[in-house]
């Protein structure tokens, strides 16, 4: 899975037909979202290509004549009448032909019947742990004071602030999630584990993760906003609103937001809406330059650097700034001062949209 | 317990439930054959009214599936051809006319030119692909069908899927790569 060399080279055309980028789109499994939204992290310049491609394929139809549910309805009802005291019948015709095509895929039908098979006895299998799963469940409530250390049977470690209340099973061997329950402040640290991805449901919103440290905080009332903050790694962020918090993240994904390194969703319950913005101070990863102190420096270079530093995409008209240099000493600055400076030089200004950093 | 084999047991709720599931997607599937939709539902109908009748005799481990479409189409082919003017669908895998199928790619909600200019181009294209070709994409990309279960429907080995399909594919990416080399694709939009 984690081998992106096959899809270096894919362009929109191979996207829109790949089995494996088609069910992304279509199922959005957790692990498949984790997977591509790495791959995209890596390959960058990749991204414009997967979103043609997934807009593509979400949009592609079939132009045929379906039924209405009233003509499904009739022909069920028509057939069920007909069917009413009918004993079964021999009738010979019917089954000799089938038997042609049995013969044809009698290997290949019990392949199949396996598959399902083995989905069913996992869906049940899912259902039994989760009872299962309830009745072991460890609740913390932390009114000491001061944040808790709680160490998870995975190893995940996660600080629960003052007046705040977790919920978590005490083991995860045979669950198909890590599902935790949040309610308060918390930073969590979570051990990697990609066939079973760490799930925190927190006051209306799911957030889920491979292995990554993040922040939530969820407020008690419904009025305030929930927070989710990145650290490291990347984490997926949906809000539940009405559906089944399962459905969210297997099916529907709608509203997905996804968050790198010093990104934040902000969450209002009662809009039910995510929003990415950046954290209040990013923090940059160890620099690639030499020094912050510049004579001369082309500041299209600068920018490149911060958006690697920082993970955070910065979005400006190359052609605009491409004789332009900077001379100024930027050690010591937070980003959002290192952007007042550059801009200032540019004779321009920036702004944070959509947790991206856009210079005009 | 699946359907299927409460089904088979005699569960009428059961048969019913499999109508409802069933029905819709076979009726799209069916017309694709066959423009007259009344004959498309009444054999829809005669279908599970035999299904009914001969539930002792069908197999628990079958593919419920795979197992109604390949029956659907058998029976609209034996209805298909008793009307004149027909040709046998073997002898046509290469015209393109009779799976009549068309995919675009959605109207609504689209602002984005490009997306507009990639519906028009591809409506075409798919509609030029060889009717074996046209049917394996159909059954697995609208129909989400795997290989066996088309293997079992078209009545043609599991190899012969793949490589049906492995030829339309080849086809869809060159055109859609030709489709997306138009200038209009070259400035970005966000």
């Keep these: 899975m984690e081998d992106f060399q096959n899809y270096r080279h894919y362009k929109t055309q191979d996207f829109v037909w790949d089995d494996a980028f088609r069910s992304w789109v279509l199922e959005s499994k957790p692990e498949d979202t984790l997977y591509w939204t790495q791959f995209m992290v890596q390959f960058p310049d990749k991204e414009a290509e997967i979103n043609l491609a997934k807009d593509i394929i979400l949009r592609m139809t079939v132009d045929e004549s379906v039924l209405s549910e009233t003509q499904i309805h009739d022909i069920t009802e028509r057939v069920m009448q007909k069917t009413r005291s009918s004993a079964p019948r021999q009738k010979n015709a019917f089954r000799a032909h089938w038997k042609t095509s049995a013969r044809i895929g009698m290997a290949t039908l019990a392949f199949s019947v396996a598959i399902i098979l083995l989905i069913h006895s996992m869906q049940t299998r899912k259902h039994t742990t989760s009872q299962l799963a309830e009745s072991t469940f460890t609740t913390k409530t932390n009114t000491s004071g001061h944040p808790m250390e709680i160490i998870l049977a995975d190893q995940s470690k996660i600080i629960l602030e003052n007046e705040s209340r977790i919920r978590y099973p005490q ?17 969590f640290d979570v051990s990697k584990d990609a066939s079973r991805p760490f799930l925190v449901y927190s006051n209306g919103i799911v957030t889920k ?18 927070i989710v903050e990145v650290v490291s790694g990347v984490v997926a962020v949906y809000p539940i609103g009405n559906n089944k918090p399962q459905e969210v993240i297997t099916k529907n994904r709608v509203g997905e937001v996804i968050l790198t390194r010093n990104q934040k969703a902000e969450y209002s319950k009662t809009r ?7 954290v209040d101070d ?15 420096h082309p500041i299209l270079d600068i920018l490149d650097t911060l958006k690697s530093d920082y993970g955070i995409d910065i979005i400006h008209d190359d052609h605009q700034f491409v004789n332009r240099t900077l001379t100024a000493d930027l050690s010591g600055l937070t980003l959002y001062q290192k952007l007042d400076v550059i801009c200032q030089a540019l004779n321009a200004s920036y702004e944070v949209i959509d947790g991206k950093i856009i210079i005009l | 317990m699946d359907l299927w084999t409460q089904f088979i047991t005699g569960d009428r709720k059961a048969f019913k439930e499999l109508m409802e599931t069933h029905v819709g997607p076979l009726f799209k599937y069916g017309i694709k054959f066959c423009r007259e939709e009344e004959l498309v539902r009444d054999t829809i109908q005669d ?12 197999s628990t481990e079958a593919n419920a599936k795979a197992y109604l479409f390949a029956s659907l189409r058998r029976m609209l082919f034996r209805k298909i051809q008793k009307q004149p003017d027909t040709v046998p669908y073997d002898n046509l895998e290469d015209a393109v006319n009779f799976f009549s199928m068309e995919i675009s790619v959605e109207q609504r909600f689209i602002s984005d030119e490009r997306l507009r200019f990639v519906e028009q181009q591809m ?35 599991p190899q012969t899927v793949s490589n049906l399909l492995q030829n339309a594919l080849k086809k869809l990416r060159t055109d859609l790569r030709l489709i997306l080399m138009n200038p209009i694709f070259f400035y970005r939009k966000r």
């Design chain 1, 171 to 187: 083991d995860f061997a045979g669950n198909d999630f890590r599902e935790i329950h949040l309610s308060g402040n918390a930073f």
């Design chain 2, 123 to 157: 409506k075409m294209k798919i509609a030029a692909l060889p009717t074996r070709q046209k049917e394996v994409v159909y059954l697995k990309f609208f129909m989400d069908m795997n290989r066996e279960q088309i293997s079992n429907i078209m009545q043609i080995s």
């Design chain 2, 47 to 58: 279908l599970f009214i035999r299904l009914w009748e001969r539930r002792e005799h069908l």
């Design chain 1, 209 to 226: 993760v491979l292995g990554t440290s993040f922040r939530i905080h969820a407020p008690k009332s419904d009025d305030e906003r929930s």
């Design chain 1, 272 to 278: 039910n809406n995510l929003v990415t913005i950046l």
């Design chain 1, 282 to 296: 990013p923090i940059p990863a160890d620099t690639t330059l030499a020094t912050q102190q510049f004579v001369n």
